[in-house]
């Protein structure tokens, strides 16, 4: 029951009176403190100086040209780009350079570069905004001033600065790859004539032991081992016949009749001439063999003419015997077997030489060939690349790819970007409300006067017979209506500051006033 009562004492209407009474006396420093934060605050707002921030908008255009006829060898990474554009021109005597340009700083002479390049690249902003209907990329450029023209200028500079930087990068980067590519072909054309004169010498060199004409060498090898064969049983033939004549010579036996007058020189003459014949489908017109025959037959046609002008002349006709006859073309067939069979073995050693060194000419050979090929292939791509990079460069030079230009240029601001004197000067008066509150409860925290009955029973744990109200003089009650006025005039001070904020951010009458403390 105790505790409710005392609950009920607390929250009664004479607590709630005696409050009131206490903050109606301590009143003139509640509203002296509150005065002077809110003048203190308003102040430092109004004389803060204005930044007027203006924009400029960038629009990133589509190549001009269709990329299924021609593409530009620059890549299209708009967020990419900008940021690397940007990190180009914001660097230290980018911005330092931007600053004497419009005198931003004018007059303030302790300032390092990399003072103003810090504060440059703080006031200015770079964005992506939210892309349209139809996918394009817009990017946002401002920056923060204390006039609005030297905003709209410096913005529109940054601006300009951006797009020559976008131009200058991807020409640069168009003729970069095109300087490239030519070093490429350049490079690849000269391995390939490199590799062309090696094979050329390969084949020069070892022109008897080629791959290519190896299956030709195995069928003359062929055709050469069945002549040989041919020429031995041949002479193995001519030597039976020779011992046969000989012996039936010396045994008195009949001699077999020839069968025509020719002389030995002309059968044989007729001998060699088949036998060129015989081999005009196996060797070439030009092959040892065929020149060595056809010398051989104009030899003997000499011989033949001139025996037959020896025996017109003389008048001796004295024709020779078979026998002579018969072992004279045998010998002299023999001889040319002889003859044959040294140059065909010859030959063979050639043949089987060049055959035998034929794989490993061939892996050499194979092996040169594909390096030639893939450089070959090598140098085919970059031929084509070079083309794409000198249509790329054409345009990049034309701009006729992905470029920049400006949507909105920036234009002076009407209204300061900030502060916000408006919620300042609010804050101020809630932050010198808050002040006055506080002083006015430090005071009751410190003051233990005893100014109630019931904290005089609380104390004494008596009962007080009757209460007598503080009586005041007259003085005290003048002293009391001049604190009022006080307070009166204070408060009209008040609200004429509510109301220069108020004019302040309707039309910015207070600029001029700013600029000057900017300046000072």
């Given at each position: 029951m105790q505790s409710?009562?005392?609950?009920?004492?607390?929250?009664?209407?004479?607590?709630?009176?005696?409050?009131?009474?206490?903050?109606?006396?301590?009143?003139?420093?509640?509203?002296?403190?509150?005065?002077?934060?809110?003048?203190?605050?308003?102040?430092?707002?109004?004389?803060?100086?204005?930044?007027?921030?203006?924009?400029?908008?960038?629009?990133?255009?589509?190549?001009?040209?269709?990329?299924?006829?021609?593409?530009?060898?620059?890549?299209?990474?708009?967020?990419?780009?900008?940021?690397?554009?940007?990190?180009?021109?914001?660097?230290?005597?980018?911005?330092?350079?931007?600053?004497?340009?419009?005198?931003?700083?004018?007059?303030?002479?302790?300032?390092?570069?990399?003072?103003?390049?810090?504060?440059?690249?703080?006031?200015?902003?770079?964005?992506?905004?939210?892309?349209?209907?139809?996918?394009?990329?817009?990017?946002?450029?401002?920056?923060?001033?204390?006039?609005?023209?030297?905003?709209?200028?410096?913005?529109?500079?940054?601006?300009?600065?951006?797009?020559?930087?976008?131009?200058?990068?991807?020409?640069?980067?168009?003729?970069?790859?095109?300087?490239?590519?030519?070093?490429?072909?350049?490079?690849?054309?000269?391995?390939l004539t490199d590799l062309e004169g090696k094979i050329l010498a390969f084949k020069n060199k070892n022109a008897d032991a080629l791959p290519d004409s190896l299956d030709f060498r195995r069928n003359q090898q062929s055709s050469q081992q069945e002549r040989l064969q041919l020429l031995v049983r041949e002479e193995a033939t001519l030597r039976s016949r020779k011992t046969n004549l000989t012996e039936a010579f010396n045994s008195g036996a009949a001699l077999p009749v020839s069968s025509g007058p020719q002389t030995p020189q002309e059968r044989l003459l007729d001998q060699l001439e088949q036998t060129l014949a015989a081999q005009t489908g196996i060797y070439a017109d030009d092959s040892p063999n065929m020149l060595a025959i056809k010398a051989r037959i104009a030899t003997v046609k000499a011989e033949v003419l001139a025996a037959s002008k020896a025996a017109n002349a003389a008048d001796v006709k004295r024709p020779a015997t078979d026998l002579d006859v018969e072992l004279a073309g045998i010998d002299d067939r023999l001889a040319f077997i002889t003859q044959e069979k040294a140059s065909i073995t010859a030959d063979l050693a050639d043949l089987s030489k060049s055959i035998a060194a034929t794989p490993a000419n061939e892996a050499v050979l194979n092996a040169l060939e594909r390096d030639y090929n893939d450089v070959k292939a090598q140098h085919s791509a970059a031929v084509s690349r070079l083309a794409d990079a000198s249509t790329g460069e054409q345009i990049e030079l034309r701009s006729k790819g992905e470029r920049l230009t400006i949507l909105e240029p920036a234009v002076p601001p009407q209204r300061p970007y900030s502060p916000n004197r408006t919620r300042l000067g609010l804050l101020s008066i809630a932050a010198a409300i808050a002040v006055g509150a506080g002083v006015v409860a430090l005071l009751e925290y410190l003051n233990k006067t005893i100014r109630r009955p019931v904290q005089l029973t609380r104390a004494l744990d008596i009962e007080p017979l009757a209460t007598i109200p503080i009586i005041r003089t007259k003085r005290e009650r003048q002293r009391q209506r001049l604190l009022l006025t006080g307070m009166a005039v204070a408060g009209s001070i008040v609200v004429i500051a509510l109301a220069l904020v108020a004019v302040h951010y309707a039309t910015g009458s207070f600029n001029g006033m700013g600029m000057g403390v900017a300046k000072i």
């Open positions: 409710n009562q005392c609950l009920g004492d607390t929250l009664s209407g004479t607590d709630i009176l005696f409050y009131l009474a206490v903050f109606w006396r301590r009143l003139p420093y509640f509203v002296g403190a509150a005065l002077l934060v809110a003048a203190a605050g308003i102040a430092t707002v109004m004389l803060l100086p204005p930044v007027y921030r203006a924009s400029s908008k960038i629009l990133v255009e589509t190549p001009q040209i269709s990329a299924d006829l021609a593409r530009s060898t620059v890549a299209s990474d708009s967020p990419s780009q900008i940021q690397v554009i940007t990190e180009s021109i914001l660097t230290t005597a980018s911005l330092v350079n931007l600053a004497d340009q419009f005198h931003v700083y004018e007059g303030r002479t302790n300032m390092t570069d990399f003072d103003v390049a810090q504060d440059m690249a703080k006031r200015i902003g770079v964005g992506q905004l939210p892309m349209d209907l139809r996918g394009a990329a817009t990017f946002d450029v401002s920056f923060d001033a204390e006039t609005p023209e030297l905003s709209a200028d410096v913005t529109n500079e940054i601006a300009s600065r951006i797009l020559s930087e976008n131009i200058r990068q991807r020409t640069a980067r168009a003729g970069d790859t095109l300087d490239f590519f030519k070093q490429e072909v350049d490079r690849l054309s000269a391995s």
